[in-house]
């Protein structure tokens, strides 16, 4: 690996972290899509900060653009607060039109200024190691790299300094509030963090990857955990996964850097999406299948048990009485059998002791208490174990 | 740039009315998709719709239109459909599953592109149009093809337009009258993809979510009838497209997309402050008439108050008594005086039979009648 190569992976890692650690806290008081106009409305602000500089690294550019997104997010909530539109719909609609004055300021003086549209959206990490920071004759490394670690340095801190502010505000607003912590004021300053951010990383990954960074390693994690330091950490390295593997499938693929790690991204979220335990989509599947299956079970304990005449309990009425297919019944006789719930003579079913008392207790659940607490009864009788 | 340029030059008069059409199905989609609360599905849409793009040229190696087009339909559908699944499956709630989709998938776009523009036999100039959208390169076929969507839909429209309304505004009724809110739901998100894909070639993925929404977020504020709304939006959506592509045309360096983004919004800022009953402004005035009213009604009730002990509810009673506390303002009282609920001679004023009834209404309504 050259120098520059591993710069370029220090500055990806590096963004992925930044980005991960405001992103947690916006996928979870579900504001994700705050992201994505923050990272729209900036390219106003850098322009204008542009002019001013001519640098894209400057410090002033970035608490302009910084500004532009914080203005952003309360021109959306002055909208949302008039309850002429939906709150979605203020985001979609604040977001593009400052976007079409950042492209009409840009187009306009196209000539004089070195600012490329492309650039802003898709960003080039390629190049960030060009641009070095040299004071006083020494080299300092890749500007670019001082920014976001800087960057980092201090989302870092104040996420230590506020965590149980922020935990408390983010799971129970009332409470923070009631508490004395000003929910204003947190919300104001993860705005004014996630801006920053948003603003320091897009030169790197390009606005519309920020918003990846922000969003797909937080929404991974929530898929895994339920604690928010686990959270946290987790969308860290899953950032940095991607930030490094996307590195080295754009060398191999001679592609766009930003491209492929968001595309890394992708497949880590489909793959938590596809398998995660208990909240991914094949366990939800599995395990609504399971509850059909006890339900239909239930329901047919209920009817033997309401039911002494044997024609009522014959296995072939079974079918046109409670009106199932026939592999749905095939399928509930056999999980009662094998559970030992019932016993079959000549065609005709009946309740064994477990399973009249099972039935009993059952119902007594299902009619006294609301909740779903079967799971202890089930417990209780080694039930849906085989 | 004259006006009769509109109606002599060829590329312009293309260009105007591929804009006009385009405005006009994004108004009355986008009519839909705003009222469902879908606003954001536009955005997600439009970018999760550029590695279709990439991948039919990959795959068919031509930079055919209607191939591009096709491609984008295809991964713009996958994309909205997954949003459904992320949101009916795991717990992360619909603004994640709108941005992850949006930005993987364009992630995943890009990484494709310049894969692309790596390739050996890449004559794949101008696929990046479809980033920012350039309406100069639309032709007369464009415009048919438009035009044709922009009918089919319509009639589609028309023909579900019952099942469509209720969907909107109770689901679960709907289901419950045994209409397929599925199919509908399908129906629908599919007719908000198409419009999304025509358009990217003309405003581009990123402003495309703003044509969708705009025109139906002014429409919105004239009007709570659904027909009307949606004729509203889609004349906003055409009117937006033809005023800034005459904007655009007029001067060198505009690009067409954002300008006719930023006329579409000023259309949503003017019937937001403007519209009537909805509309800030007429909001603001309520709010003093109201104001103004219940201040009278307070000084009325003062005075009900004052007079109500006395034999002759007529008897003259001294200005000066009531103070500022109860609303009371030389503005008030004459205002009460030519609504003849009481009498004002000199610096004293004395109550109406009128005044009197008006009063006691007034504690009847409030369900009290001793304070």
């Known amino acids: 690996m050259t120098s520059a190569q591993i710069e370029i992976q220090l500055i990806a890692s590096l963004v992925a972290i930044a980005c991960a650690l405001p992103g947690t806290f916006l996928v ?118 001082w920014v976001i670690g800087s960057i980092l340095l201090i989302s870092v801190s104040l996420l230590l300094l506020f965590f149980k502010e922020l935990k408390l505000s983010t799971f129970d607003k009332g409470l923070a509030a009631t508490l004395g912590f000003s929910p204003v004021i947190l919300h104001y300053g993860l705005m004014t963090v996630s801006s920053v951010t948003i603003v320091g990383a897009f030169d790197a990954v390009g606005a519309v990857l920020v918003v990846a960074l922000i969003i797909a390693p937080a929404a991974s994690a929530y898929l895994l955990t339920d604690d928010l330091r686990k959270m946290l950490i987790l969308s860290c390295c899953f950032g940095v996964f991607a930030a490094i593997s996307g590195y080295w499938m754009a060398n191999l693929l001679d592609a766009s850097i930003a491209g492929s790690m968001s595309t890394m991204l992708g497949l880590l979220f489909l793959l938590v999406y596809l398998f995660a335990p208990n909240r991914g989509v094949i366990s939800v599947l599995v395990r609504q299948r399971r509850q059909r299956l006890e339900v239909a079970l239930l329901v047919f304990l209920l009817h033997l048990q309401n039911h002494e005449e044997p024609e009522e309990r014959h296995v072939k009425h079974l079918q046109e009485h409670i009106n199932w297919q026939k592999v749905q019944s095939e399928r509930v006789l056999n999980l009662a059998t094998n559970n030992n719930l019932i016993k079959i003579t000549d065609g005709v079913i009946d309740l064994t002791g477990k399973g009249r008392q099972f039935t009993a207790e059952a119902l007594n659940y299902i009619t006294i208490n609301k909740e779903t607490a079967i799971e202890d009864l089930k417990e209780q009788f080694f039930l849906f174990r085989g | 740039m004259q006006l009769s340029d509109f109606f002599t030059d060829y590329t312009l008069r293309t260009i105007t009315l591929g804009t006009a059409i385009l405005g006009a199905i994004c108004g009355m989609l986008g009519s839909f998709a705003v009222l469902r609360k879908q606003s954001l599905l536009g955005d997600a849409i439009s970018h999760a719709a550029l590695p279709g793009i990439a991948l039919a040229f990959i795959i068919t190696g031509v930079k055919d239109r209607n191939l591009i087009l096709i491609g984008a339909l295809i991964s713009g559908l996958v994309g909205a459909f997954w949003i459904k699944g992320i949101v009916k499956h795991t717990r992360l709630k619909s603004d994640t599953a709108l941005g992850l989709i949006l930005s993987l998938f364009f992630g995943f776009g890009m990484l494709l592109l310049t894969f692309i523009q790596k390739m050996p036999n890449a004559n794949q100039a101008g696929l990046d149009k479809y980033l920012f959208g350039q309406a100069a390169t639309l032709v007369e076929q464009d415009v048919w093809v438009m035009a044709v969507v922009t009918g089919v839909s319509l009639f589609v429209l028309l023909l579900f337009w019952k099942e469509l309304k209720l969907l909107l505004f109770d689901a679960d009724y709907t289901k419950t009258l045994g209409f397929n ?9 599919s007719f908000i993809v198409i419009a999304i894909v025509l358009g990217l070639q003309t405003v581009g993925v990123v402003l495309m979510s703003a044509m969708l929404l705009a025109p139906a977020a002014a429409a919105r504020q004239w009007t709570n009838n659904l027909a009307k709304m949606v004729a509203l939006a889609s004349m906003f959506g055409a009117l937006s497209g033809v005023v800034g592509t005459g904007i655009s045309a007029s001067q060198s360096n505009l690009s067409t997309g954002p300008v006719i983004v930023l006329v579409a919004a000023s259309f949503v800022m003017f019937s937001f402050v403007f519209a009537p009953n909805r509309g800030l402004l007429a909001r603001a005035i309520r709010f003093r008439r109201n104001r103004k009213d219940l201040n009278l009604k307070k000084t009325l009730t003062f005075m009900h108050h004052i007079v109500r002990n006395h034999e002759n509810i007529s008897h003259p009673h001294s200005i000066r008594i009531l103070n500022n506390f109860h609303g009371f303002t030389l503005k008030t009282l004459s205002v009460l005086e030519q609504r003849q609920f009481i009498r004002i001679e000199g610096d004293q004023w004395s109550m109406t039979e009128e005044g009197f009834t008006e009063a006691t209404s007034i504690y009847d309504q409030l369900g009290q009648t001793d304070d």
Request: glycine share 8%.
């Open chain 2, 181 to 189: 809110t599925q199919f509908l739901d399908i129906l629908i998100t």
């Open chain 1, 28 to 145: 979870l008081r579900k504001m994700a899509m705050i992201s994505d106009a923050i990272s729209h409305s900036i390219l106003p602000g850098i322009v204008l900060g542009f002019f001013i500089t001519q640098d894209l690294n400057s410090p002033l550019l970035i608490v302009l653009a910084a500004l532009t997104g914080v203005v952003t997010v309360m021109l959306v909530e002055f909208i949302q607060r008039t309850k002429l539109v939906k709150e979605d719909t203020a985001i979609g609609l604040v977001f593009p039109a400052l976007f079409s004055i950042g492209v009409i300021m840009i187009a306009k003086n196209a000539n004089d200024v070195h600012l490329d549209i492309d650039a802003v959206l898709l960003g080039e990490l390629a190049f960030a190691p060009f641009d070095r920071l040299v004071a006083g004759g020494t080299d300092l490394g890749p500007k670019s790299l």
